[in-house]
């Protein structure tokens, strides 16, 4: 079994609402003016958390017309992060300021406003290959930061091996002329630690599929060893109405 460890303000795009494979972020459900008010993206999010308990942390702030959260198309997985889009704007605006920077298990999540779609900012995930397998997803965040605002980071690691590093990261930068500009000055380097050059080229080029190829062969190679189900942990999350309204 492969896992994804995520960061930032983890998305997924390069498909309909809800496609979860690691091709760059959703920015929203929605461009429309009024959505941008009560849409809600949440990351961080504890990965063995279901769709019953999101809906019922965010239910507690207010009436919810939708929410989702997205999990992986190929494992079932959740990916740490979701939607939720309130009926009243004050209910997005409440939940923000309520809930964000709530620790759930080891996580702290994070709630904030889906941006709207726009060319700037679509087309801006990176693939990268080559990466030493003992750089950690805050190295790799350190390396790519000088040219601009990460939006998203990745690591592909196998848990077959103990968690060891594929030597393959994803990194989602703000906007797709500061991914350029990475590819520029990265694509080809060796950094510290590196016995040979990375790669680092657009994730979500239709001509560029090695990243999903990639992760479907892992989950191939991993279901060829272990054939049973794959299990969640068995911890659940109570949440109490009384007990948030506390915190505010």
Do not use: W
């Amino acid at each position: 079994m492969v896992t994804i460890i995520s960061t930032m303000e983890t998305q997924v795009s390069n498909g309909p609402s809800g496609t979860s494979l690691p091709n760059g972020p959703i920015i929203s459900t929605n461009g429309s003016t009024d959505d941008s008010k009560t849409n809600l993206i949440v990351n961080y999010l504890p990965q063995n958390m279901t769709q019953e308990e999101f809906k019922s942390l965010f239910g507690s702030i207010g009436e919810i017309e939708s929410c989702k959260l997205v999990r992986d198309k190929i494992t079932g997985q959740s990916l740490g992060y979701g939607f939720v889009n309130y009926v009243d704007p004050n209910d997005a605006d409440k939940a923000i300021n309520t809930l964000n920077g709530l620790k759930l298990q080891t996580k702290t999540i994070k709630v904030s406003y889906a941006r709207p779609s726009s060319a700037s900012i679509r087309d801006a995930n990176l693939y990268v290959s080559g990466l030493p397998k003992t750089m950690s997803q805050k190295d790799m965040e350190q390396l790519f930061s000088q040219y601009g605002r990460i939006i998203t980071s990745r690591i592909l690691v196998d848990q077959v091996t103990a968690g060891i590093s594929r030597g393959v990261g994803f990194i989602r930068f703000d906007k797709r002329n500061e991914a350029e500009e990475a590819i520029k000055g990265l694509n080809g380097q060796k950094p510290l630690g590196a016995a040979e050059p990375i790669t680092v080229k657009f994730a979500n080029n239709p001509s560029q599929k090695t990243g999903q190829a990639l992760l479907t062969q892992l989950y191939q190679t991993a279901a060829r060893r272990y054939t049973g189900p794959l299990h969640h942990q068995t911890q659940r999350f109570r949440f109490s109405p009384i007990t948030i309204d506390s915190m505010t």
